[in-house]
């Protein structure tokens, strides 16, 4: 496949996992909450684990947008987030880490991730969810 099409699958799942949250509710937390999460975004899905039952669950990074800001940063698929600007996400909900990586567009958010090698912080500047559409259009 080319190198376009694998761009295009992956933006596709991107967007999937994205109305999914939206759309469903979520298991993640409540789904009561009025407040929405700010518009500033990093071009990333999550996947909320555990190696095996009743073991404390980690933060995986399941998708990147392939024009996005996070996969510009270097932070990619199976990576471990860690921290948000320097704050541990341990016994945070899904909804608090998502509301604590979006923020104000413009603005940059920095996340301590487990790589397959170590240990790395990758600095990443949130845009809309309008301009990484039209990167994609690009």
Do not use: W
Not at 54 to 77: E, N, Q
Not at 91 to 114: C, D, N, P, W
Request: aromatic fraction near 4%; glycine fraction near 10%; proline fraction near 6%.
């Amino acid at each position: 496949r080319s190198t376009l099409d694998r761009s295009s699958a992956a933006s596709d799942v991107y967007k999937r996992q994205q109305e999914i949250y939206h759309l469903q509710e979520n298991p993640h937390g409540d789904i009561s909450e009025p407040t929405l999460p700010p518009p500033g975004i990093i071009g990333v899905a999550l996947h909320l684990t555990a190696e095996r039952i009743g073991d404390p669950a980690g933060l995986f990074v399941r998708a990147t947008h392939p024009m996005g800001p996070a996969i510009k940063a270097g932070l990619t698929h199976g990576q471990e987030i860690l921290t948000v600007d320097g704050m541990s996400i341990k016994g945070k909900t899904y909804r608090e880490v998502v509301a604590m990586i979006r923020g104000e567009i413009g603005k940059s958010v920095t996340l301590q991730v487990k790589t397959f090698s170590g240990f790395k912080e990758v600095k990443i500047v949130r845009i809309s969810e309008q301009m990484l559409s039209e990167e994609k259009q690009i």
